[in-house]
Every structure is written in C-alpha cells, then in structure tokens.
C-alpha cells in the first residue's frame, strides 16, 4: 500500500518535470529558429551595399552562427538539475541559461554563481537547501529523478555521506565506456566544484590520485572560465595541453559539449608551430634533453653558427661577364678581401645588438659588404665616396660567391635546421654542449640526421626560435604590413561598433581580426596555435607531472600572466625527466604565488582494483597517499600465468564480460609490437574495441576492462616502473586481469591470496 503510495507521488513528480522540461525545450527551439532566422535575413541582404553595411552583416552573421551552434550543442541533457530552498525559490539548472518572453529566468546556467548551491550542499552543510534534485533525460523525456532531501533532523544518520547526489553519480559511474571523455556538468561533486571555481589569476595546482577528476574538472574549469571572464578569455584564449595527441582526442568532446567549442587543444609535442612529435626519447635522453642546462647549450649552439674565417676572408667575384651562345660567361675575376680581425669585429658588433640571429644578422651582412666594396674600389682605385660604396655593396650582393660566404659565416637559421644539426653531428654537438654536458650526456643526445621529432625535441626547438627570432626578410615585412592593416580595420571596426552602439558587447580588435578583408573568419583559437608568439589569457596543463624543466620554460613563454591550472599526480610520474614536486618545477616562475587543491575521491576504479594499485604504491613511493574510492566492482581483479593463457582468448573473454565496454592491453614499451599483432584489427585505440597500448600511451584515459601484460618487465623498463604499474592498474572502471610470466611481482600477490 505504502510502495503503492510512493510510486504515485513519483509518477506525479515525473509528469510535472516533464511539463516543464518540455517547456524548456519549447523555449530552446524558439530561439533557436529566432537566431536561424536572423541568420537567414542576414545573409539573404546579399553581398551588395556600402563597406559599413558588408562589416555589420558579417559581424551579425558570424554572431548568431556561433549562438546556433552553442543552441545546437545543448540540445542532449538541456536540463539536468533543479534545487529548492528554504525561502520557497525553485530554480532549474541547465548547460546554458534560458529566459522566457518577459526576461524571467527560466533556466540556470550552471556556471552562474545561482547554480553553485547545486553543486556544494552537502548533508551536513545544505546551505539553503532544502532539496536537490538530479533529472535525467532520454532525448526530450524525463525518464527518472533523484531526490536528496536535506532534512536536519535525519542528518545524524547521513551527515557522514559527502558525495553530491550519490544516485546520479553511481548511475553515471556505471556506465559503459565510449572511448572519449564526456561531461560531468550534472554530477560535479563539490571538491571539483571548488576546483573549477577558482579564481583566474595565478597558478592553480590541482593534484589528485588516477581517476579523481582532474582532467575534466579542469576541462569544467575551462568552460566556466570563459564564462566569468569571456571579456578577457575569448580575446587571448585559452589552452589546453596534454600529454599527446590521442589524448587531445579523448578529451576533445567535453568543452563543445559545454558549448564551448574555442579552447585551443595541444599536447606537448606540438607546442612548437609546425613540428608535430610524436615519438618519445629514451630515458636517459629525456633526461638531458629536459635539464635546464640545454638553454644554455642551444644558445651556445647559435653561437657557434656565428662564425669568422680562420684567416682573411676571400672571395673570387667576376669582374667581367660576356654572352657565349646566350650564356653569360666569366671571363675575368678578382678576389675580394675583408681582414680576419675585421670579420672578428663586424661578428662582435653584430653580436652586441643582442638581437635574435636571425636579426642580427642584417648588421653583419652590412658590415662584411661595406668591407668588401672598400677593397674592390681599393683594387681597381676607385674613389671611395657613400653612394658609390652602397652601389658597389648592392653589386657584390648578388653574387652568388659573396652569399654562400655569408651563409658560411652568419646562415640565416631555423629552429628545425639547428637543433637538427646540433642533434647529429657529433662536432656540433660537442662545440655547443661542452662547457655544460659530460661526455656520457652528449652520447646520449646523438642521434641520426633523419630521426623523427620526440616530445623532449619541442622545448629545445622553441628555444632556438628564442634566440634565432623571425628572419628580417619578405616574411617579416609581409607581417608588418598585415599588423599595420588590422590597425586600420581595428581603427574602422571601433568606428561602426560605436555607430551601431555595440561597442560594450564586442571588442574591436576581435571583430577586426574575424571580418578582415572579407577573408575566411579567424578565430582567435585559429590565430593562436599558429603563432609562436601568442600569450593566451589562460593555459591548462593536464599529465602536468610528465613535463620536463625545459618544458615548463615552453609552457610559461605561452602565458606571460601566468594564469595557469596545473593538473597532475605526482604518484603518476612517469617520465624520468618529470616532476619529483611540483615545486620544483614551479618555484622558479612563481615562487609563494601558487595554490594547491587536492581532489582525494577515485572516480573510476572500484575499490578491489584500487587496493591492487595502493599495494604497488605502498611499495613504490610509500609517501604518497592513493585516493579513495567511491564504489564497489563486479569482479574481483586477478592473475593468471602468462604460461598458461591465450591473450586472444582471455580478451574475447573480457569483452564477452563487459558488453558494450573497451577493452585495454597494457603492454611494456618492448612488447606492444608483439602483442598488438595479435589484434590485427585494431585501427584507432580511442575507437576499437580492444586497445593494445604502452603505459605512457594510455596515460589518462580508462577502459571498463584492463589487462596487465607482463608486470615484472613493466616493472624493471625504468627507473619510474612502479609508478607505470601504478597508472596502468588504475585505467580500469570495471576488471583487472594482470597476465604475468614466471614469479608474480610480490608487490601484486594480493592478486593470488598471499605473496610470493
Ligand atoms: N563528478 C563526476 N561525475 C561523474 N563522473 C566523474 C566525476 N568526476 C570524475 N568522473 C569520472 O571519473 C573518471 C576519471 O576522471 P578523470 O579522467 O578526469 O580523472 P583524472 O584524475 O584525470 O585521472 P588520471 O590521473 O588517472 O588521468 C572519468 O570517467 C570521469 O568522467
């Protein structure tokens, strides 16, 4: 009778969310058609008319093709909260904020600060709550709700429960994976919130154990950024950066499903415009290529292409040329002469500017022409007066001769061109490091000419950018004349933006910069990944524990304000040139000026899987603490002899297991080939069913099914073992089987009851 009772009051509650659901939704699709239809009339205006008229109908387009496609990206999971207070005020929280004809509320944003109560009331601290309660939606239909009523006088029995909304978490915990990262705006639990909260300036650490939502807090945190401070943010940009590229993929869905679709994605090795490194050094290599001592060597390396002759420079020029059959001939020569200690001087003159190479070398060129043009007019006693110098320098530099000396002496450099060089010639090399690497770490960087780009490359790459600087050539004065240009059209867009009374909704500049010359529109995210240069508002580094000394020096040029989130495990390190604290990594920039928030609760992995990973960090890196788990599995994790196991098998097993779910096989590095073979229909890893990856490749990302192939070798491929056994063992949300071949590593004998 009473179950009767309860199930009526819910269908009850049911039908009523639903009404208003589908009135938000009823409301979301009439300003969508509004906003198509002022899209349509814009562009329907034609192409025709004044140059004011053609700038209002681009920037009006442009606007509400961006706000369709924000209405668009909404559309799945419109509605997902609603909280009650004690004053009677019911307020429904949502991906975007919805207002009805008279401009009432209909719809939170949940970035709003209205929202926060959603996400931060807990029992023992319900703020003005009295209910909060989580919908959930099929399409357009509320198919379930769960209610947390936050009754004081049951607190005593519950007070000790922090999670926010337990029953929608768990439900959305359980859940299959997809193979890419989705929101979690519906069930951000409060220390999350707290995270993604914080305010812009300065540098935020948030270090948290695998799986405790670093990641896509941080990518919340990004979102709601943007909304605080869209003033600032949509102008610079913000950047995320991650560890590679399928990385970038996986988490790629999160931000344009918060309709947010202009945060620049990157990882590490592709930092450097132009250059996308994929491969990974060795780590004895990764741990030079890292050391803050290769600033030094870089610039020394530039140094050394800054060079003088051994002697006096000479250099054979034709003096006389005649046709033979159309083909110019030469038929006489002389030899042209600049002093060795001249040449030192022109080099240390040069030099002194202490301007980048590449600029610098304007002066030198101009010094070793004058000298020259002084000793042919010399040699052939001529008077020597200004005009006639400059004619004479002009002549000499179009011979072929004089320019490839020039190049010999002061070439004109690319960052690629030197730190390729630098990387393979063993002389180079030597020249360059040797006042500050050892013989034995010189070894370790030589490499072939033709070797690929590693992640550890890109640093020292933008480095050599630093000091080489942009060539003075067409390429500098085309980008001279583009900024004088976007001056003027800033200049004008001022201009119709105070006419037309839109000055204080739109910046100049970001109008200009997106309607010049009628061109295809350029976001600021399109402007910045190709510009070196750029200073965005706000960068994220995610995996934030992998990067290397001289990675941090790449990243802080990226963001002069240093507004950062810094995302990362210190547990989780696994490069060798990676972070011991983050301290050490970041005292150097912003010493005393950056905070930390820990996140402490384990998402993912249940807590049977979690006590396996606890019991390699134990033995590890016994100072650090894992985090916590939220829930119980369906399997108990176990071991099994590689002796005695079919991996095709035990995967058809796994997945026959997890259903719809993915499966990973996590490989040591050496081994990934081998096993991989055996999975000949595996494409894309993000995509397939059965993934087969090392442990840095599967570095922030999760499986509902893990298998650990071969523990012992993962254990001994680096110094940073244990810390790779402890990431790949916590991939897992749903079964662990670790495969393993001869003694089971006594760090996991829970696997088998007892160790040993
Ligand atoms: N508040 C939440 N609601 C629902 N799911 C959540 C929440 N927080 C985290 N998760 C889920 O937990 C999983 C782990 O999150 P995430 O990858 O961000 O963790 P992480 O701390 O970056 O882990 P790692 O350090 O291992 O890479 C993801 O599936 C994420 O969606």
């Known amino acids: 009778m009473e179950r009767r009772q309860s199930e009526t009051v819910r269908a009850e509650a049911l039908r009523m969310e639903q009404s208003y659901v589908s009135m938000l939704y009823e409301r979301l699709d009439t300003v969508r058609d509004r906003t198509e239809k002022a899209l349509r009339e814009v562009l329907a205006r034609g192409a025709s008319g004044t140059r004011q008229a053609a700038f209002e109908r681009e920037v009006a387009a442009d606007e509400h093709a961006r706000r369709l496609s924000q209405l668009s990206a909404v559309e799945r999971g419109l509605c997902f909260g609603r909280i009650d207070d004690t004053g009677g005020e019911t307020l429904y929280i949502g991906r975007i904020g919805l207002r009805d004809d008279e401009h009432e509320s209909k719809l939170i944003d949940w970035r709003a600060p209205a929202a926060r109560p959603f996400y931060v009331a807990t029992p023992a601290d319900p703020g003005p709550l009295v209910r909060r309660r989580h919908l959930h939606l099929r399409h357009r239909t509320v198919t379930g709700i769960d209610d947390e009523v936050f009754d004081l006088d049951l607190m005593s029995e519950v007070d000790r429960r922090t999670l926010v909304g337990e029953a929608a978490l768990l439900a959305s915990l359980r859940r299959g994976r997809t193979g890419r990262m989705g929101d979690v705006v519906a069930t951000i639990q409060t220390e999350q919130d707290r995270v993604i909260r914080s305010g812009l300036p300065g540098v935020l650490v948030v270090q948290g154990g695998p799986g405790t939502g670093k990641t896509v807090a941080a990518l919340h945190r990004a979102a709601y950024l943007l909304y605080a401070h869209r003033a600032t943010l949509e102008r610079r940009g913000v950047l995320v950066i991650g560890p590679n590229a399928m990385f970038s993929r996986y988490i790629s869905q999160v931000l344009p499903s918060l309709g947010e679709t202009e945060v620049v994605l990157s990882s590490t090795g592709e930092l450097h415009p132009g250059v996308h490194a994929t491969e990974e050094d060795l780590p004895a290599a990764a741990v030079v290529k890292g050391d803050l001592r290769m600033a030094a060597v870089v610039e020394k390396a530039v140094a050394d292409r800054q060079r003088v002759p051994p002697g006096d420079l000479e250099i054979a020029v034709p003096v006389r040329t005649s046709l033979r059959d159309g083909v110019e001939v030469v038929v006489e020569e002389m030899t042209v002469r600049m002093g060795h200690a001249a040449c030192v001087r022109a080099r240390d003159r040069a030099r002194s500017l202490l301007r980048p190479h590449n600029l610098a070398r304007a002066a030198f060129v101009r010094q070793l022409l004058d000298a020259l043009a002084r000793d042919e007019a010399a040699q ?339 110094a940073k073992g244990g810390q790779d056994l402890y990431v790949a063992i916590t991939r897992a949300t749903r079964r662990l089987t670790v495969v393993y071949e001869g003694a089971l590593p006594e760090m996991l004998g829970r696997l088998i009851g007892s160790p040993g």
């Open 380 to 718: 052939l006693d001529r008077p020597v007066d200004e005009e006639d110098l400059r004619h004479s320098a002009k002549n000499l530099w179009q011979h072929r001769a004089v320019r490839d000396a020039v190049d010999r002496l002061w070439p004109e450099l690319t960052p690629e061109g030197l730190i390729g060089e630098l990387l393979s010639d063993e002389e180079l090399l030597r020249s360059a490091a040797e006042p500050y690497l050892t013989e034995a770490e010189r070894a370790v960087l030589l490499r072939q000419h033709d070797a690929p780009w590693t992640a550890g490359d890109v640093p020292l790459l933008d480095e050599a950018a630093e000091f080489l600087g942009e060539d003075d050539g067409p390429a500098r004065r085309r980008e001279r004349l583009a900024e004088r240009r976007r001056q003027a059209e800033v200049t004008y867009a001022e201009g119709v933006l105070a006419i037309n009374d839109l000055g204080e909704l739109m910046a100049a500049s970001d109008v200009a910069d997106r309607h010049r010359d009628g061109g295809p529109l350029v976001t600021t995210a399109d402007r910045a990944v190709r510009d070196r240069d750029w200073a965005y508002g706000h960068v994220i580094v995610d995996e934030a524990q992998e990067l290397s000394a001289m990675a941090w020096r790449t990243v802080m040029r990226r963001v002069p304000t240093r507004s950062l989130t810094v995302v990362g495990d210190i547990a989780q390190t696994g490069s060798a040139a990676g972070a011991r604290s983050w301290g050490e990594m970041l005292d150097r920039y912003v010493k005393g000026r950056w905070r930390e928030e820990r996140l402490l609760v384990n998402y993912r992995t249940p807590v049977e899987i979690m006590d396996v990973a606890a019991d390699v960090l134990r033995a590890v890196a016994p100072d650090q603490a894992p985090p916590e788990s939220v829930r119980y599995g369906e399997a108990a994790p176990r071991a099994v002899r590689a002796a005695d196991t079919d991996l095709r098998r035990l995967a058809e097993s796994e997945l026959r297991q997890i259903g719809e779910g993915r499966l990973a096989i996590v490989t040591p590095d050496a081994r990934r080939a081998e096993v991989a073979a055996l999975f000949p229909e595996v494409t894309d890893p993000l995509d397939a069913t059965v993934a087969v990856l090392t442990v840095v490749q599967c570095k922030g990302l999760e499986f509902d099914a893990v298998v650990v192939v071969d523990p012992g070798t993962i254990l001994g491929q680096s």
